[in-house]
Structures are given as structure tokens and as C-alpha cells.
């Protein structure tokens, strides 16, 4: 019986070395079939359309109609009788605020700042203001008595100054049940004004912010 001679391959011999190709060239094969797979695919939308609110206010006084009257150039004139002031005599004037007929959303209202004053007599002036219950209301020294909504007050300010935490009154849309609201201002000039301030004036210009809700 011939003996069986078992010889292995030498690592680097030609035979191994094409052996080890075909496996490599079938593991890249194999990969490169795997990542041409693919899946069907499709999308889908949605569209949503928006619109801004419109928000603006006017106002009138007895002595201005009813204007935007912005920007400070263009101020209602508060119709004050104030032309010969003495002393702790009161000037009463009123001014309404609604918002426009293009509005269409709630907002509120303050007495935020004063601005644009001028004049010799501006020390010596002080002030208070209420908001009436409607714009139906006299504005007169019965509009301070008893339990007024008060917007700078009760007591008397510089009449430069406002209060730090102003009060806000509700403005409706034209469709709504009060689309006005009405504020009173006093002016009078203040107890124990010396006599230099006889004869001179002034001019204050409060100033109104409205905020849509």
C-alpha cells in the first residue's frame, strides 16, 4: 500500500495567494450587491395660510373730532378753561379713546408718559385723573368725588409726572358692549405758588398707550 503524504502549502504560495483573492473578490461581491437595495418612497404636505390682527385707536375731545391723533404733533387739544388760573382753582377737560372701525381684536388702554411740555409756569402745576363710568359723564369736580377710577391720584401730581404702575382700562371692538372709554383730568396750580408765576403759561402733552389683547 503506497503511503498517503500529507504536504502543506506554503503561506506565500502561489496556490494560497489565488485562493484568498476569490474569497476577497466574493466578500467585496457580496457587499456591493447588499447596498444597491432600495425602497419606494413618497412625501406628503401641509399648508397652513395666516393673517394679523388690525388694532388702532382714536380719539376726540370736546374741542378735537374723533382722529388718530398721532404722533405728538398732532394731539387732541384738551379743552381746559384755564386762561387765568390762581391757586388751587380747578381746570377740568376730558378726552375719549375707542378703538377703529377696522379693529377686530380687544385691547386696553393707559396713561403711560407726558411729553412735549414747555413753559414757566410747568413747577408750580399739579394734576389728577379719573376714569369716568361713561362717556356720557360730566367732567367736572363731581367726577373726583366718592369712589372715581382713579388713573393719577387721588392725590396731586406734578402734573409732568405719572403714576408707576398705570391702570389700564378696557377697549372693546367696535361690536362690543363699551367701545369708549372716557378720562377727566384736573389742573390747578398748586397752594402757595409764589407771585413770580403770575402771568406766565405752559403747555403738557399726556400720552395714551394702547395694547391689543
Do not use: K
Amino acid at each position: 500500500m503506497a503511503a498517503v503524504v500529507n504536504r502543506r502549502v506554503p503561506a506565500g504560495s502561489p496556490r494560497l495567494l489565488r485562493t484568498r483573492a476569490v474569497l476577497a473578490a466574493a466578500l467585496v461581491l457580496g457587499v456591493g450587491t447588499t447596498s444597491t437595495l432600495a425602497a419606494w418612497t413618497d412625501s406628503g404636505y401641509g399648508t397652513g395660510s395666516f393673517t394679523a390682527s388690525v388694532f388702532g385707536t382714536e380719539s376726540q375731545t370736546a374741542s378735537s373730532a374723533w382722529a388718530s391723533h398721532t404722533p405728538v404733533g398732532n394731539a387732541a387739544t384738551l379743552a381746559f378753561n384755564a386762561t387765568a388760573m390762581s391757586p388751587t382753582d380747578s381746570s377740568y377737560a376730558w378726552i375719549d379713546i375707542r378703538t377703529t372701525t377696522m379693529t377686530n381684536v380687544d385691547g386696553t388702554v393707559a396713561l403711560t408718559s407726558s411729553s412735549d411740555s414747555s413753559g414757566a409756569l410747568l413747577p408750580v402745576l399739579e394734576y389728577r385723573a379719573v376714569r369716568t363710568p361713561d362717556t356720557g359723564s360730566a367732567c367736572s369736580a363731581t367726577a373726583f368725588t366718592g369712589s372715581p377710577t382713579w388713573i393719577a391720584g387721588p392725590g396731586y401730581l406734578d402734573v409732568t409726572s405719572v403714576p408707576g404702575s398705570p391702570v389700564s382700562s378696557v377697549l372693546t371692538t367696535p361690536d362690543g358692549a363699551t367701545p369708549e372709554v372716557r378720562f377727566c383730568f384736573e389742573v390747578r396750580i398748586e397752594a402757595g405758588a409764589d407771585n413770580s408765576y403770575q402771568g406766565t403759561s405752559a403747555t403738557v402733552t399726556w400720552e395714551f398707550t394702547a395694547t391689543s389683547t
